[in-house]
């Protein structure tokens, strides 16, 4: 239960204490400074408290906003200011020194809870305020003024403003033209029936993992019922972040459950069309890999950039300036937004060609549009990079280190070997390149040879901090390199259940790459090292891979990667779960638009 403390005379007429019990508050009423501070010290201490002035005239949403995101520990708007358990300390110090400067007598003209703020800044406190747009929220000082700040009120729709800051103020064409007229009143209609952001996640992977069943079949009807599936767990996919903007019903678990669901069904469902093109005899699980490793990449791309870059100081390019200036005129960003293919364009293409074509055509599309979309990207970033001077934090390159991935033997060359080979880009870039050769050479022992110079290159490219105007590009050059070499052996074997096994294998180590990502964007830190050691590294994984194929038959080989696949689902599954349910890190939402 939270505790709301109304501070002054209520006023004749005022819905406040009601509006803040239907948003779960314990109303009490503090006459003075004094009898706030009381109360405030009386409440439970696992309890949200919000100081609120009884004067206060707004929208019930206003107060939503300001005073039941769980996400801050604290947070205001004009006339209300709350703390959550972690930050009842620093309101407790402000309360009391206001009421000491106050002497403790009735309230002054001036709003407490306006003060409170003040202070709480002047602590250095960070303290959250909301943009409320055209909501209102205000502390009128005379009957007048009160008056006036009803009209507003009145003026405004609060829940039209509600359901349209539930959607993202940025958005892809298809989900903003397509989806979120409808999936807006889907997200009211769960949040009024009791449903939770988390169950709405849930059925949305499960509708994809039965869409992925369809697909399997291998028949037009099944892949017709894929296609529409597929749309629906989108539908769903987008109505849980409204639901929980809706709600203001943000968590640590639903963070983590939007964010690897949505990669658990993606991949799942290129398995299911895999299996479905298989039934009717057509092998097209390497393209299956193939669009897997290459939308993997293109995240890690995308990771690696915001992380070096999203705290840099000076971070101003000519390139950058003219994407702003694109980005004010209408139809360059709808274009824009649309030629890098977000997850609303791709889900549409992927249903639409699964249900009128084959398996392997939209596979085919899928990659030449995936892979025009990562050089558009990519290059972007590239020239963003190269055209501006900013000053990379020690934080991101600890960031751009962790999503590297090194393990144990990175490591142990990294300290053995005395002569430094140059830049960490070129580094990591020679020794892909090395592998990438050896792997195409047909001599049977090439691949471990490249594999040795690649994991050597591992532990060189990581020697200083990744400060380097292009060295994000690092952990996106690793990720290629061991994907790769796993589709390329499992090609070579030529036997059937191969690619199948490289594919779990491949998912599986993504699934800890992308862990890792939402770890840090949840500033919680990389896995434990222990983890990395367990599964190796990506250099340790590269090299094991290659030997294995060497030594192994292929039917033996195949065996291998699927025993291999299993160990490390394990791993990082029990430890991501255990990590996530237990976790205190907090949730990261994408915003919707200003209220």
Same mark, same amino acid.
């Given at each position: 239960?939270?505790? !709301? ?12 204490e009601n509006d803040l019990r239907s948003l779960g508050f ?39 906003? /300001? ?13 209300? #200011? ?22 403790? &007598?009735?309230?002054?003209?001036? +709003? ?5 703020? &003040? ?21 009128? @000082? ?13 003026? #405004? ?18 989900? %903003? ?12 209609? +769960? ?35 894929? $296609? ?9 996919? +987008? ?33 299911? =069309?895999?299996?479905? @093109? ?29 992380? !070096? ?19 004010s005129v209408g139809w360059t960003v709808w274009a824009r ?27 085919? #599309? ?8 990562? &050089?558009?990207? &990519? ?7 190269? %055209? ?12 751009? @280190?962790?999503?590297?991935?090194? $393990? ?30 050896? =792997? ?61 096994? @490289? ?18 964007? $949840? ?16 250099? /340790?994984? %590269? ?7 060497? #030594? ?5 080989? %195949?065996?291998?990667?699927?025993? =291999? ?31």
């Amino acid at each position: 239960m939270s505790t !709301a403390i109304v501070t002054g005379q209520p006023v004749p007429g005022s819905s406040l204490e009601n509006d803040l019990r239907s948003l779960g508050f314990d109303v009490r009423v503090a006459a003075d400074p004094a009898a706030a501070e009381t109360l405030l010290a009386a409440a439970p201490a696992g309890d949200r408290v919000a100081l609120v002035d009884a004067r206060f005239v707004g929208h019930r949403h206003a107060l939503r906003l /300001g005073l039941t995101d769980p996400r801050f520990p604290l947070s205001a708007i004009p006339g209300a #200011v709350t703390a959550q358990p972690e930050a009842r300390q620093a309101m407790t110090r402000a309360v009391a020194r206001e009421t000491s400067t106050g002497g403790g &007598t009735a309230l002054a003209v001036h +709003c407490l809870a306006d003060r409170i703020v &003040t202070s709480l800044d002047s602590d250095g406190c960070e303290v959250h305020e909301p943009d409320l747009g055209s909501l209102v929220a205000a502390v009128p @000082a005379d009957p007048q003024a009160r008056n006036e700040a009803r009209q507003a009120v009145a003026a #405004v729709d609060d829940e039209a403003v509600r359901l349209k800051s539930a959607v993202k103020s940025r958005d892809g064409f298809f989900t %903003t033209f397509f989806i979120s007229p409808y999936s807006r009143y889907i997200a009211r209609w +769960c949040a009024r029936h009791g449903l939770t952001p988390n169950q709405v996640t849930t059925a949305s992977l499960l509708t994809a993992l039965i869409a992925a069943g369809c697909a399997a079949t291998g028949t037009r009807g099944g892949f017709v019922a894929a $296609g529409v599936l597929l749309i629906a767990s989108f539908v769903l996919d +987008c109505t849980d972040g409204q639901l929980a903007r809706y709600a203001l019903k943000y968590s640590t678990l639903g963070a983590w459950l939007d964010a690897t669901f949505d990669r658990a069904k993606e991949y799942a469902y290129y398995a299911g =069309l895999a299996l479905g @093109a298989a039934r009717g005899g057509d092998d097209v699980w390497a393209l299956a890999l193939g669009a897997m490793i290459l939308q993997t990449c293109r995240h890690v791309v995308d990771f690696s950039f915001n992380e !070096a870059n999203h705290d840099a100081t000076a971070n101003t390019s000519p390139t950058a300036a003219l994407s702003d200036k694109l980005d004010s005129v209408g139809w360059t960003v709808w274009a824009r937004r649309m030629i890098v293919l977000p997850i609303g364009e791709r889900w549409a293409l992927i249903a639409v060609l699964t249900a009128a074509t084959t398996p392997r055509i939209t596979f085919c #599309v899928l990659l030449v549009g995936c892979a025009l979309a990562a &050089t558009y990207t &990519t290059a972007g970033r590239v020239l963003r990079s190269v %055209t501006r001077r900013a000053t990379r934090t020690d934080r991101a390159a600890q960031a751009l @280190a962790d999503l590297a991935d090194n $393990g144990p033997l990175a490591a142990l060359v990294a300290r053995v070997t005395r002569a430094r080979l140059g830049a960490p880009l070129l580094v990591a870039l020679a020794g892909t390149a090395v592998l990438a050769v050896s =792997l195409f050479s047909g001599v049977t022992w090439a691949p471990v040879a490249g594999a040795v110079v690649y994991a050597v290159t591992s532990g060189q490219a990581l020697y200083r901090p990744l400060k380097g105007v292009l060295d994000w590009l690092v952990p996106p050059f690793f990720r290629a390199a061991e994907y790769g070499t796993v589709l390329i052996l499992a090609s070579k074997a030529g036997v059937n259940g191969a690619l199948p096994a @490289a594919f779990g294998l491949v998912a599986a180590v993504a699934y800890h790459h992308y862990d890792t990502v939402y770890r840090i964007r $949840g500033n919680a830190g990389a896995p434990p090292p222990w983890l990395v050691r367990v599964i190796g590294g990506h250099e /340790g994984r %590269t090299l094991l891979v290659t030997v294995l194929a060497a #030594v192994l038959t292929a039917s033996q080989f %195949t065996v291998a990667l699927t025993v =291999l696949a299993v160990v490390v689902a394990l791993v990082v599954l029990v430890e991501s779960i255990r990590f996530w349910v237990s976790a205190g890190a907090p949730a990261v939402h994408d915003e919707g638009e200003p209220a």
